[in-house]
């Protein structure tokens, strides 16, 4: 896919780099503020995120880099409504999930997120189409299950079954699970971790394509330094917090990524 | 303690709901071996000892008058060990505090120093024996005692020879030929209305004209002689004195009774348990093989660590044996309690010394082996996939679970479910094998319920055909002696009676083809509305104007067909008539026959006499009816039928409640126990995909629709299974039921079977409600970062 092609979407994003001259930023979808988590076991105090402050704007590819531990897949869980945080602010659009209950988050997550697990998570005893089905029907404006499938190329793998597919379908099933339903956010947590280097790269082009065509904010959390490229923003995390932020030039295709 | 050791207790501790669930489930299989059993074997045991202790004889047999001397011809046929010679007679009563006459069997003790063997011998259960040349002094029977308040010391009066005679109460007692205190007649008792009384042989045979002579006697055979024989000899040398037909134990009222009960508890202590059983093995294998998908590495490891296929298949087994571990005591615990419940009532019904419930040994190590037994072959198979299983193989992951489309997906597509439904659908439809047994499971449950309970509608179902459509008289009136038809007046004028009709039983015996059968030959009012004959299903058939009618068993005893001509022995009058089989009936309690009182009254040819009346009365028995059937000679005693059914009914609901309760609360655990371990091992396995679903933006009621909404497919579909097999359970128990004088028609009462469904939708609502909430804690996060 020519970047030049989708070069409009992308121009929003990084019109809303901060200048001093520019027109008034826009909302940010996500806005974090102190946000700070602390797991607690018995004596043992575990601090996940410390004091973390965030921003992810409408249509964004964010790419979260971080070793083990460095409390990324933490603040993916709170974006996504099913953690929360001990103290801070972190608000979608003009929601506040830290007053959310475990109700109001399972609504927010079910009109506003779509997440692409590590090992798929499809469901076993569902079709390609009835797994993305599964999701369409229960939100407010979905596409088209079989155009959804399209969307990630499989469009003549609907009536498998997962055990029919490979990993690197049953991922890209996955995506068409969580976008079908046009979500604001699109959050991938090791969406690569479990395949190989070509499977990964087939599978981050898919979330490239639908990151431009659907212009949802995406998030992608890996510890794989190669993917950075395909980001509009890189994010480093260290010990809960960002040690490190900045903005790619140009986004590379996935095809040109290599690890 | 090994390493192996400490995962074990670990792991119970944590799937300690389920092994609770199984070991509840054990232990109704226990229960209901030790209650049922160790009734029955308490039964038969105290039955065998005081049959032993009491010598209990082997044939009875009674007759119009044989002299004294007959007895010494008795004792010489072959194969008699020893014969007691009696006069037993039934003599009207005034109990004080009754207001109705009551009747009194009156049975002679032994002469004293009579010697020989003491046939039926009387035990004393409180109180003292009489006395030597003590002619007023009598022992009463317990049951009879017992309704009215008759202790040693009270005083009863008999009506002796038109005369009022004073007797005094020494001692409470019990006998092996009245264990059931009933008359045995086509007139219906109540605890309070008949009584046995054992009295001084002198007052006996005074007050029957008996002296030097008897009317009933008791053999004891020698060992190896034949009962049949024995029988046969003493039917002919007792002919000529109005010999009834001689009887060997089996048809001997008491006894016939006792071994009905034995069998009906063989039947109930081999069903009940059986439904434990199955269900108990299912849900062992079903957890037991679920543990060990999960643990498969686990497995792997152990093996390539060098344990043996032996030790680790012993680990799962182990499982097993520690729900049955808590199972037994449990199951032994309430076994016994339920026991001792059970046996109370027999105590109320059957008086045998000695009766007490005991969980003997043999009794109590069936049900450890039973339970033991489930428990292996519901884990074996399971446990067998571990020691077949290669350790590197199982290190990997287990191949995916494949899905593919069905059957029902053609139809699916055509119907448009949503997608959880046909989630739920394919579920049921890739595991059939385990949906089917989990169905059962429910179902037996289901079953077992409305089968028992069915059982108390059956009783009451037969004691309504018995006692609310075909006898509907208020009060039976035996007389004394036979009277003429014509006095009819003396009880219509009676104060309340508002209806009378009379009544003959004449004792006969029916012989037809070499076959006999000896009968009480009732003869009723052609157009009479209280005694009618009623059959199985309720119909009520007229008494036609001639010939007789006989209960379909006899009929099926002496091979004989309406149209057929029978010869009738009149056992008073030692003379033979012939009479045609006009009609069958297929009734509940048998053997009966018969006939228009007027045409009785013409084939015997002694007029038109009777015995009995049946009255119907205004409002329940006033006091001065009593007081002037009291005064009435010709009375020999009186029964209310209303009492006899409140009684009957008192001690069925008695019954009813303990084993209401008991299976009520045992098929809620086997409900609950399918239900719960169902739903549980569906959480196991789908856990990780019901919590992506979660993450999703499923809302938790959704996730448990999905859930349990295969479990709730199962439970219901178990619903109609259940009805079936309950009525087949039913079906069962009722066959133990039935016997050469008896039959219980299965009855089906829609309240029962849908209290019973009530229950066990109940129970697995609660066990859908205990894993809904499980589910609603699964851990989101975890699923993210987590391999199947």
């Known amino acids: ?259 | 303690m090994s390493a192996l050791t400490s995962k074990l207790r670990r792991d119970l501790w944590r799937i300690r709901a389920q092994v609770f669930s199984i070991a509840a489930v054990m232990a109704g299989g226990v229960m209901t071996v030790v209650a049922l059993g160790g009734t029955s074997s308490s039964l038969d045991s105290a039955t065998r000892e005081y049959y032993l202790s009491g010598h209990f004889a082997d044939v009875f047999a009674t007759l119009t008058r044989a002299p004294d001397a007959v007895a010494v011809r008795l004792a010489a046929i072959p194969g008699v060990n020893s014969v007691a010679t009696r006069v037993v007679k039934d003599v009207r009563l005034d109990v004080p505090g009754l207001d109705m006459p009551a009747i009194g069997r009156m049975v002679s003790l032994p002469l004293p120093g009579s010697g020989g063997v003491p046939l039926n011998a009387v035990h004393i259960t409180s109180g003292r024996a009489v006395l030597p040349g003590a002619d007023k002094e009598i022992l009463v029977s317990g049951r009879f005692a017992e309704a009215n308040g008759l202790r040693p010391g009270s005083l009863l009066t008999a009506i002796i020879n038109e005369r009022y005679v004073e007797l005094r109460i020494v001692g409470i007692g019990a006998a092996p030929d009245y264990l059931y205190e009933e008359p045995g007649n086509a007139f219906p008792s109540d605890a309070r209305g008949f009584g046995i009384l054992w009295v001084p042989h002198e007052l006996a045979a005074a007050a029957t004209g008996m002296r030097g002579a008897f009317n009933d006697v008791s053999i004891g055979l020698a060992a190896g002689a034949r009962p049949s024989e024995v029988i046969a000899a003493v039917d002919t040398l007792l002919a000529p004195y109005g010999g009834r037909g001689a009887i060997g134990r089996k048809d001997q009222l008491s006894d016939r009774v006792v071994s009905n009960e034995l069998t009906q508890l063989g039947v109930m202590a081999f069903a009940f348990p059986a439904v434990f059983v199955a269900v108990a093995a299912f849900l062992v294998g079903s957890v037991v093989s679920r543990l060990i998908a999960t643990e498969r590495e686990q497995i792997a490891v152990l093996k390539a660590f060098g344990y043996t296929s032996g030790a680790v298949g012993l680990h799962y087994l182990a499982y097993a044996a520690a729900a049955a571990a808590v199972g037994i005591p449990l199951g032994i615990g309430v076994g016994v309690w339920v026991g001792r419940l059970y046996t109370g009532i027999y105590s109320d019904v059957l008086r045998i010394p000695g009766l007490q419930f005991h969980a003997d040994w043999v009794t109590i190590g069936r049900a450890i082996i039973v339970i033991f037994l489930a428990a292996l072959s519901g884990a074996l198979s399971a446990v067998r996939k571990v020691a077949i299983l290669p350790p590197a193989e199982a290190l990997q992951p287990p191949a995916p679970a494949r899905y593919r489309a069905l059957p029902f997906d053609t139809i699916g597509r055509r119907l448009t479910l949503s997608t959880p439904v046909r989630m739920i659908i394919r579920g049921l439809e890739r595991q059939p094998r385990r949906a089917l047994l989990g169905a059962m499971g429910v179902a037996a449950a289901l079953a077992m319920m409305a089968g028992a309970l069915s059982l108390y509608d059956a009783t009451d179902n037969m004691i309504g055909l018995q006692f609310r459509v075909g006898q509907r008289q208020a009060l039976s009136v035996q007389l004394v002696t036979a009277v003429p038809a014509s006095t009819r007046p003396v009880f219509s004028s009676l104060p309340g009676v508002t209806n009378v009709e009379l009544v003959r039983v004449v004792p006969v015996r029916l012989r037809h083809m070499g076959r006999s059968r000896t009968v009480g030959l009732t003869a009723l009012e052609r157009d009479g509305k209280m005694h009618r004959l009623v059959d199985v299903d309720g119909q009520i058939h007229a008494i036609p104007p001639a010939g007789i009618v006989l209960s379909t068993k006899v009929a099926g005893i002496l091979a004989i067909h309406t149209g057929d001509t029978l010869d009738m022995d009149l056992l008073e009058r030692g003379t033979t008539r012939r009479v045609v089989v006009t009609a069958l009936l297929n009734e509940l309690m048998s053997p009966n026959a018969y006939m228009d009182l007027t045409a009785a009254g013409s084939l015997v040819g002694d007029g038109n006499l009777i015995n009995g009346a049946y009255l119907r009365l205004d409002s329940p028995p006033r006091p001065e009816l009593f007081e002037q059937l009291r005064a009435m000679p010709l009375v020999g005693g009186v029964t209310s039928r209303t009492a006899m059914v409140a009684q009957f009914d008192r001690m069925m609901a008695k019954s009813f409640r303990i084993s209401a309760v008991v299976v009520v609360l045992f098929a809620s655990i086997i409900a609950l126990g399918v239900v719960y371990n169902g739903a549980r091992i569906a959480l196991s396995e789908r856990g990780r995909e019901l919590a992506s679903l979660r993450v999703l933006g499923f809302t938790n009621r959704e996730v448990g629709v999905m859930l349990l909404g295969e479990e709730a497919i199962l439970t219901i579909a178990a619903i109609p299974i259940g009805w079936v097999l309950g009525r087949a359970f039913a079906a069962y128990l009722t066959y133990g039921f039935t016997s050469e004088n008896y039959q219980v028609p299965i009855v089906t009462r829609a309240a029962t079977y849908a209290f019973a469904t009530a229950v066990v939708l109940s129970a697995s609502a609660l066990a859908g409600a205990l894993m809904y909430r499980r589910s609603t804690r699964l851990d989101l996060v975890a699923v993210l970062k987590t391999r199947e």
């Open chain 1, 1 to 259: 896919m020519p970047t030049s092609a989708v070069a409009s979407n992308t121009a929003q994003p990084a019109a809303t780099a901060r200048s001093d001259d520019g027109p008034p930023p826009p909302a940010p979808v996500f806005l974090a503020r102190g946000l700070t988590k602390i797991y607690r076991s018995g004596d043992l105090e575990v601090r996940a995120l410390r004091e973390l402050d965030m921003e992810l704007y409408a249509g964004e590819l964010l790419v979260l880099l971080g070793a083990s531990g460095s409390g990324k897949s933490t603040l993916l869980n709170i974006l996504g409504g099913l953690d929360t945080a001990t103290s801070g602010m972190v608000r979608f659009e003009d929601h506040d999930l830290t007053s959310m209950n475990q109700r109001e988050l399972t609504q927010y997550r079910r009109d506003h997120i779509g997440f692409v697990f590590q090992f798929y998570n499809l469901i076993p005893s569902l079709t390609a189409r009835e797994n993305v089905a599964l999701v369409t029907e229960i939100a407010r404006d979905p596409m088209r299950p079989d155009d959804a499938l399209a969307l990630v190329g499989l469009g003549d793998r609907m009536d498998h079954f997962p055990a029919q597919l490979s990993g690197g379908e049953q991922q890209r099933v996955a995506i068409a699970r969580a976008v079908a339903k046009r979500p604001d956010v699109l959050l991938c947590d090791e969406p690569t971790g479990a395949l190989d280097v070509e499977t990964g790269r087939l599978v981050l082009r898919t979330i490239d394509l639908v990151n431009r065509q659907l212009g949802a904010a995406t998030v992608v959390i890996t510890h794989n330094v190669s993917i950075a490229g395909m980001a509009d923003r890189v994010v480093h995390m260290t010990s809960g917090r960002i040690s490190d932020s900045y903005r790619n030039a140009h986004r590379i295709s996935a095809e040109e990524l290599s690890w």
